[in-house]
């Protein structure tokens, strides 16, 4: 009983998790905090409420932005005993055939109507409801309810979720990366548990999160980045715990040609010191050169310097304190300097094995020179996918793996998809849909072997043949 606890608490929403509310097909990724105002879609709740319902549940939002689960009633559906018109070629939308206002409507509100009794009004005072076709008055019922229902759903973050939320609200912040072509990455790069891999992207850590997430909390990723400090904000939305994260490593790009080349110094240096000591150095010497005269000015005016005792007290408890405040400041500044120095020889040290097992870019940089660089910590017949927006980067790609050698099986697609809505009589793809979801540019690598020239093995093989013809004319 003790397990099924235990399986059942892990599918509970819990005060601290990272969650997904959904509204139609609006996402957005929040946090559940005691008593935090959440604005979504122009309305703000409070999701102290959701504290210990599944993932999944359905809830009405009341008055106050409170939470209530929303329980399905077994009333009857507006469509029911309605007739329904052959066509609508009769039909003038000319606005006066609602006869409820605006102002009837809010005034069902405040009597506490839900949204389903609203729209039955809005149906029995519809003049011309039973004219239309039933397909066209499933439409219209489609679209009130999501005008009058006040529900959300609260779904537990998944890289499928997360994907679809960034490309139907902030695109360009992935790279307009698509989630069927996420999908295709993490299967190209054969992405699993305890496996060593290799990432740069630029798409908000969504590409990096998924990773994450297919590994389950075993083996390593090591995150390339560019610029100071790497970008990790879609990682927090998926909530991971916190051996999720021990897995993670970072390494700055701007190093890698002098990790290739054995150049990198990872030594923890303070690129303050020396500055700190020259100052200090020249301090002392102005205080020599002020010396003889501070004493010679002293002799004559003892009384006015015996007066402003209590002044030169105060302004040097501000000094002590603010010296106190810049060396806590630089301790600060040290202690981090040194954690970081330690990740990256962490870091360092497992990346000169060259031994990764995947490689995977997703950048709005060009990827062809990271991605020379990148293969040399990979091992021979270990996959590698780079994903672009565009095709003319994957092509220059392409061509100079050609040329370098060292990959098989490369490979340049493109992904099309297109949704159906699949209903009796009315099956047919839909209006409005993505018109392309980038390109993916796949290998694996092979071992190979620059000591001995290309032709020296073929000139050695007749050698054995020649002795062998030798010894049976003998």
Known sequence: MADNGDDDNQY???EGDYVVLKRGEIFKAVQIQPRKKVIFEKQWIFLDNAVGQLYSTTFEILSG???????????????DAVETGTDNRNIVDDGKSQKLTRDDIEALKEKGLKGQDIIKKLVDNHA????????????????????????????????????????????????????????????LANIHAGSKVLVFETCAGLVLGSIMERMGGYGSVIQMYPGGGPVRAGVENFGFPAHFHDTLHEFPICHVNALLAGTLDTSAKDPTAENTHEKQLNLAAEKKQNQPEA??????????????????????????????????????????????????????????GRNAD???????????????GLL?????????????????????????????????NLRLTDTWLRHYQVLPDRTHPLLLMSGGGGYLLSGTTVATDHSKPAGSKQAEEPAPKRQKLEDTEG
């Open 12 to 14: 509970r929403i819990k």
């Open 65 to 79: 932005g409170n939470l209530k689960p929303h329980e399905l009633k077994d009333t009857a559906s507006p469509l």
């Open 128 to 187: 011309t409801f039973g004219d239309k076709t039933e397909y066209s008055q499933v439409k219209y019922i489609k679209k009130k309810k999501k005008k009058y229902e006040n529900t959300v759903m609260i779904l537990k973050p998944s890289c499928r979720i997360l994907a679809m939320m960034y490309h139907g609200r902030e695109p360009g912040k992935i790279c307009h990366l698509r989630y069927d072509t996420l999908a295709q990455m993490l299967t």
């Open 295 to 352: 004493e010679e000015q002293g002799t004559p005016e003892e009384e006015s310097m015996v007066t402003n005792t209590g002044d030169d007290a105060g302004q040097d408890v501000e000094k002590t304190e603010k010296d106190k405040l810049k060396e806590a400041k630089a301790q600060v500044k040290k202690l981090r300097l040194e954690e970081k120095q330690r990740k990256l020889a962490a870091t360092a040290a497992l990346l000169k």
């Open 358 to 372: 995947g490689l995977v870019i997703a950048s709005r940089f060009h990827p062809c020179p990271v991605l020379l």
């Open 376 to 408: 040399k910590f990979l091992s021979p017949s270990r996959p590698f996918v780079v994903y672009s927006q565009y095709i003319e980067p994957l092509i220059e790609c392409f061509k100079k793996l050609k040329e370098c050698g060292g990959t098989v």
